[in-house]
Each structure stands twice: as structure tokens, then as C-alpha cells.
């Protein structure tokens, strides 16, 4: 027990001692509990609106468009920087559940809602490509790299809990509109944390090379 907790401690030291991966990191976290926060709250707005059917529907709304445009949005992080794909992303996220948070507070039909679901579950899949292309261009030392990994399965594994949970609350507190603007406020942070970051250039350039 105690060699395991000397070892958590080590892979959070090597991963916050260095100050950009320490922003990369958090906001990575904010947006996995958004994602699984946002997810949720959805589902129920659906529920509350049609039942079993809603929902399944919301399921199909948000999935058929990430699987038909989500490898040609991850792609994106090979032709262009990185960091400006996850700044970019994040923003996406957060104007996307903020237009679902004010479409749910104004009370528009459900029919709005479900047509802007499928944004944010799109804005979502921008997320991991470049993260996992960053990564290994802003630690200092193997080490680093190798606890930056350790800590984005924790994170994931993190967020699964920590999103649902706090969307419990607000669905319970206020509804799916409260629920839904506080996970657009965790990804507007996301933003300002990687806004600075440069990282490295895109891995294909989107210049054409002349032939003589």
C-alpha cells in the first residue's frame, strides 16, 4: 500500500513540476468531465421529453455524425499545430453546450435541442487527436512523458466520476440548463489554459511543394 501511494506521488510530481503539461493536463481534465457531464445531461433532457425513445434517439443524434466525421476532424491535428487544434476545439465545445444551455433556459422546443446535440458531441472528437500529438512535444524528460500518459488514463477514468456526479447535483438543483452551462463554463477554461501554449508544428504541411 505504502510503495503504491509513493508511486502515485511520483507520477503527479514528475507531471506538475513542469508547468505547461501542468495546463495541458487540467484542462484535459475539465473537458473529460464535461464530455461525460454533457453526455448525461442530455440523455435526460431527452428522457424528460419522450421517454426511452427520446433518449435513444439523442443517442443516435450525437453517435452517427461523430462516426461519420470524426476520423476527417481528428486528421485536423496532423495539418495544422496542435495546440491551436485543442485551443480551437475547446472553444467549439464551449460556444456548442452554450447555445444547448440557452436554447434548454429559454424553453425552445425539444426539436432545437436535439438538432444542437450533435455539435457538441462533434466539438468533442477534436479533443484526444491533438492532445495525444502534443503530449510527447512539451515534456522535458521521458519521465514526464511517461507520467503524462499514466495521468491522462487517470483523468479518463476520473471525469467518468467526477462529470455525472456534478451534473447529478445541478440536474437535481436547477435542471439540464444549470447542468449543461457549467460544463461549457469547465471547457471555457480549457481554453484559456492551452491558449498560450505553442507546441510543435503540424506533422503534414498543407503547402504545395512546386515540381520543376
Known amino acids: 500500500m505504502f510503495l503504491r501511494f509513493r508511486t502515485i506521488l511520483s507520477v503527479f510530481r514528475a507531471a506538475f513540476e513542469n508547468p505547461v503539461l501542468r495546463r495541458v493536463g487540467f484542462a484535459y ?6 464530455e461525460f457531464g454533457t453526455w448525461i445531461t442530455l440523455l435526460v433532457f431527452a428522457f424528460g ?3 426511452p425513445s427520446a433518449s435513444m434517439l439523442m443517442v443516435l443524434v450525437q ?3 461523430c462516426i461519420a466525421l470524426g476520423p476527417f476532424l481528428g486528421a485536423l491535428a496532423d495539418r495544422r499545430r496542435p495546440s491551436r487544434v485543442l485551443c480551437v476545439g475547446y472553444g467549439l465545445q464551449a460556444v456548442s453546450m452554450g ?3 440557452v436554447a434548454i433556459g429559454l424553453g ?3 426539436l432545437v435541442v436535439f438538432a444542437l446535440a450533435p ?3 462533434l466539438s468533442f472528437t477534436v479533443t484526444r487527436p491533438p492532445q495525444a500529438a502534443l503530449l510527447p512535444a512539451i515534456v522535458r524528460t521521458p519521465d514526464e512523458l511517461t507520467a503524462a500518459n499514466v495521468m491522462t488514463g487517470w483523468t479518463d477514468a476520473a471525469a467518468a466520476l467526477v462529470g455525472p456526479a456534478v451534473v447529478g447535483i ?3 438543483w436547477r435542471g439540464p440548463g444549470l447542468a449543461i452551462a457549467a460544463m461549457a463554463g469547465m ?3 480549457s481554453t484559456f489554459l492551452v491558449a498560450r501554449v505553442a507546441g510543435p508544428a503540424a506533422a503534414i504541411s498543407s503547402e504545395v511543394v512546386p515540381v520543376d
Open 63 to 65: 453517435l452517427i455524425p
Open 119 to 121: 455539435l457538441t458531441s
Open 49 to 51: 421529453h419522450g421517454g
Open 29 to 34: 481534465a475539465l473537458f473529460g468531465a464535461a
Open 170 to 172: 445541478l440536474l437535481t
Open 99 to 101: 447555445a444547448v444551455a
Open 108 to 110: 425552445a422546443p425539444a
Open 187 to 189: 471547457t471555457v477554461i
